[in-house]
């Protein structure tokens, strides 16, 4: 009988082993590929992506490319009833691997959304490449915009449910978006509010002008991109020409209208500071004030 036992533990091992191997096999032939995920994230340089070939012939892919288990409703593709297994962070391996024949293993990351995920693939590229300048400067600068749109709609949820000592309180706590980054990356504060509207502009380039940017290909002043972040573009923006005749004012083509954005950032600001006024004082001529603001902010939100 324990020769018997044996013998079943041994099958059922066998058994979840294969079970195991097809799953992982189903997802490896089963990837998808977001061009907005692909895309998000600034690219290797040339002399970067030949030496992760190399590496990868010489020592094949050692690290799990990382996956998204999700259905096809969530990302927009099928049905709820039809799953979907979301390429996240290894595109440049994954290329590579299916171009040359090379094993890889996957690893399963769970997100609610696309747009979790990309916080995601923001904060593992911060912490692990070595970045230059401008790509970490709009890594960052992409990493405020997310954070402040999440203050920005939460405060906005609060405040109409009429919750106002709860907003005050998170408020005061959270502080300055830009702050909390700058004491994160070791940089200032207006660091972070420049690599935000370095972001916002380059956010209006095409995705191929943009990634010859970030790789250094296109040399283009910063300055004039953040200038960029403060213009409506209906288009696009395919090339540097077309780039510098919106931000010079000269003469723009016609796709593109450039039009300043109302002062967003300065109303919001200062709703913040009203509410930590408020907290302060406890006072409910303050706490009008910061409605006021409010109302004022949600006009151009």
Not at 94 to 114: A, M, W
Not at 126 to 136: D, E, F, H, M, T
């Given at each position: 009988m324990a020769k018997d036992f044996k013998s079943t533990l041994k099958s059922k091992a066998r058994e979840a082993i294969t079970n195991?191997?097809?799953?992982?096999?189903?997802?490896?032939?089963?990837?998808?590929?977001?061009?907005?995920?692909?895309?998000?994230?600034?690219?290797?340089?040339?002399?970067?992506?030949?030496?992760?070939?190399?590496?990868?012939?010489?020592?094949?892919?050692?690290?799990?490319?990382?996956?998204?288990?999700?259905?096809?409703?969530?990302?927009?593709?099928?049905?709820?009833?039809?799953?979907?297994?979301?390429?996240?962070?290894?595109?440049?391996?994954?290329?590579?691997?299916?171009?040359?024949?090379?094993?890889?293993?996957?690893?399963?990351?769970?997100?609610?959304?696309?747009?979790?995920?990309?916080?995601?693939?923001?904060?593992?590229?911060?912490?692990?490449?070595?970045?230059?300048?401008?790509?970490?400067?709009?890594?960052?600068g992409l990493r405020y915009q997310t954070e402040k749109i999440n203050v920005g709609l939460n405060f906005k949820k609060e405040l109409s449910n009429g919750q106002n000592d709860q907003l005050i309180a998170d408020s005061s706590q959270e502080s300055s978006t830009a702050k909390k980054l700058a004491e994160e990356y070791n940089v200032s504060e207006k660091t972070i509010r420049r690599d935000a509207e370095f972001a916002a502009g380059l956010e209006k380039f095409s995705t191929q002008l943009r990634n010859e940017v970030l790789s250094g290909k296109a040399k283009i002043e910063k300055a004039k991109v953040q200038k960029l972040s403060k213009q409506v573009v209906e288009q696009p923006i395919e090339d540097l020409s077309q780039f510098e005749a919106i931000v010079s004012q000269n003469q723009a083509p016609s796709s593109i209208v450039a039009i300043e954005e109302p002062a967003i950032e300065t109303l919001y600001e200062d709703v913040l500071e009203k509410i930590r006024i408020a907290f302060a004082s406890r006072s409910k001529i303050d706490l009008d004030e910061a409605q006021k603001s409010f109302n004022n902010f949600k006009k151009v939100f």
């Open positions: 195991s191997f097809s799953y992982v096999e189903k997802i490896k032939t089963n990837i998808t590929i977001l061009d907005e995920l692909r895309d998000f994230i600034p690219p290797l340089l040339p002399q970067e992506y030949e030496q992760l070939r190399s590496n990868l012939l010489k020592d094949g892919c050692k690290d799990p490319l990382l996956v998204w288990e999700t259905t096809k409703e969530i990302i927009g593709t099928g049905s709820a009833e039809e799953a979907a297994y979301v390429l996240v962070d290894g595109h440049n391996r994954y290329n590579i691997c299916s171009e040359l024949g090379i094993n890889f293993n996957v690893q399963l990351v769970p997100f609610d959304s696309i747009k979790e995920a990309k916080e995601y693939m923001i904060d593992l590229q911060l912490g692990r490449r070595n970045l230059n300048p401008q790509q970490a400067s709009y890594l960052r």
